[in-house]
């Protein structure tokens, strides 16, 4: 059974800086990108970044310039490096992971139990 687990969400001030991280366990044959999405209350979920296998990268709009998404392939793990933390980036953090488990099963989103970032004075 694949796992996503997340670390690294706290309270922080603004333009304070918080590193994310999510590891992926359990038996997976191929991941072909992963990402963060946020859900901020009363928002719909939304994607801050994403990481291709071949080191591809993209960026919400909002985020550009503050956030850094790296990836460790050997470790199926990937990071979320925010700096320069406003109010707004306020929100639930999920990780997310795009692949597939056998070379006969179809491609499928996994997903994390999601991680609190609150960015207050």
């Known amino acids: 059974q694949v796992q996503l687990v997340e670390s690294g969400g706290g309270l922080v001030q603004p333009g304070g800086s918080l590193r994310l991280s999510c590891a992926v366990s359990?038996?997976?044959?191929?991941?072909?990108?992963m990402g963060w999405y946020r859900q901020a209350p009363g928002k719909q979920r939304e994607l801050v970044s994403r990481?291709?296998?071949?080191?591809?990268?993209n960026y919400a709009d909002s985020v550009k310039g503050r956030f850094t998404i790296s990836r460790d392939n050997a470790k199926n793990t990937v990071y979320l490096q925010m700096n320069s933390l406003k109010p707004e980036d306020t929100a639930v953090y999920y990780c997310?992971?795009?692949?597939?488990?056998?070379?006969?099963?179809?491609?499928?989103?996994?997903w994390g139990q999601g991680t609190q970032v609150t960015v207050s004075s």
């Open positions: 997310n992971a795009f692949g597939r488990i056998s070379p006969d099963q179809p491609v499928r989103h996994y």
């Open positions: 359990g038996s997976i044959f191929s991941i072909y990108a």
């Open positions: 990481i291709t296998s071949g080191g591809s990268t």
